[in-house]
């Protein structure tokens, strides 16, 4: 059985449900600038890439609308303060986290979701168990997932290797991530993205329950 000691997370949609926040968040911004707003489903579709292509997937015409800056100023404003209305850890996560904790591993999060809102959130919700939050941040010079760069920049600060690494989460981007980063993925099937897409994505490995990735330590 292939083992890790080295968990690499993808933030929405793995280890969060921050879905009714971000639709809400999208949809106030649009509604603000008098857009057309967008139900949740569509919200789904639109995330996996970075704030800034969701709010251009929402938006009618998208960048080149010339109210765009304004809308997504108002997204991202809107957001940092209500990041924490709805949005919850997965059940079992919480749990099966403090258990990777207790048996040594190392836990880190990567996400295209805007830097100081990723750190906030693993700060509020997982303050005991992971260790490093990287999120969107053009002024650093590192690239957005797919990239591999937030993956390599997790590992230097936690100081652990590739070898016993692996990356766990829910979209195709993650795949591609992961791919990226020369390390193992493993799908969730609770996030944003069902089974059939993430297979068409290149998928091989998948869990349905978040106590599975216990099976896999080394």
């Known amino acids: 059985m292939i083992t890790y000691n080295v968990y ?3 933030l929405d949609g793995t280890l969060l449900d921050t879905l009714g926040d971000l639709a809400a968040s999208v949809n106030y911004a649009l509604r603000t600038h008098g857009m057309p707003e967008h139900s949740i489903d569509d919200v789904r579709r639109f995330v996996g890439n970075g704030v800034r292509k969701l709010m251009e997937r929402a938006v009618p015409d998208g960048a ?5 800056e304004e809308a997504f100023a108002t997204f991202r404003e809107y957001y940092m303060h209500h990041s924490l209305d709805t949005t919850r850890p997965y059940e079992g996560i919480p749990e099966t986290l403090v258990v990777l904790r207790e048996r040594g591993c190392r836990l880190a999060v990567v996400s295209n979701k805007m830097r100081k809102a990723t750190e906030e959130l693993c700060r509020h919700f997982f303050p005991d168990t992971i260790e490093v939050a990287i999120g969107e941040d053009e002024a650093a010079g590192i690239r957005k997932k797919p990239a591999p760069d937030t993956v390599f920049a997790a590992l230097k600060t936690l100081g652990s290797p590739m070898e016993f690494a692996v990356y766990v989460g829910d979209s195709d981007v993650d795949i591609e991530t992961a791919h990226n980063a020369g390390i193992p ?4 099937l ?4 069902d089974k ?12 349905s329950a978040p106590q ?7």
């Open 212 to 218: 599975e990735l216990l099976d896999n330590i080394r």
């Open 64 to 68: 080149v609308n010339p109210l765009f």
């Open 190 to 193: 609770w996030g944003f993205r």
């Open 196 to 207: 059939d897409f993430l297979i068409q994505h290149g998928a091989k490995t998948f869990i």
């Open 185 to 188: 993925c493993i799908s969730v």
């Open 8 to 10: 690499i997370f993808d």
